[in-house]
């Protein structure tokens, strides 16, 4: 199984799409009330859904970059607004945090390595053991 897309809750469709075009995402699907965006490294992509009046929760979307502070910069000088800069995290992580327009929370990361074999990543067998021992209760 794999992850097709993540769909973030937007009050201004317009609003939110043209930043993250000025992000640097590719626009793919643009309707009064979708989005679709392509990410310019590869074949993932993510959607914004128009949601007047309902009630939003609080998504949190991540986008891994290898030149992480180059790109903010880039980016500050774009006119976009980070509420914390880049920081090397606890986890292995490098990462800066802002909102898009609807308050939606994005990390801008990189990871490398890291992102898929930290060095407390647990072995297939032992997850295996945990879910078998689980279903059995």
């Known amino acids: 199984m794999n992850l097709n897309q993540v769909t973030l809750p937007v009050d201004d469709m317009k609003a939110a799409t043209d930043f993250y075009e000025t992000l640097g995402f590719i626009l ?7 989005a679709r965006f392509e990410c310019p490294a590869g074949s993932s992509t993510f959607s914004l859904s128009l949601t007047e009046g309902e009630s939003q929760h609080g998504a949190v979307i991540y986008f891994e970059h290898e030149n992480l502070d180059i790109w903010v910069k880039a980016l500050t000088a774009k006119g976009i607004e980070f509420d914390t800069e880049p920081t090397d995290q606890s986890f292995l992580w490098r990462e800066a945090g802002l909102r898009d327009p609807s308050g939606n929370k994005i990390i801008l990361y990189w990871a490398g390595e890291n992102r898929l074999n930290p060095p407390w990543r647990i072995s297939p067998n032992s997850a295996n053991s945990e879910l078998g021992a689980h279903s059995k209760n």
């Open 28 to 34: 793919i699907v643009d309707t009064p009330h979708y």
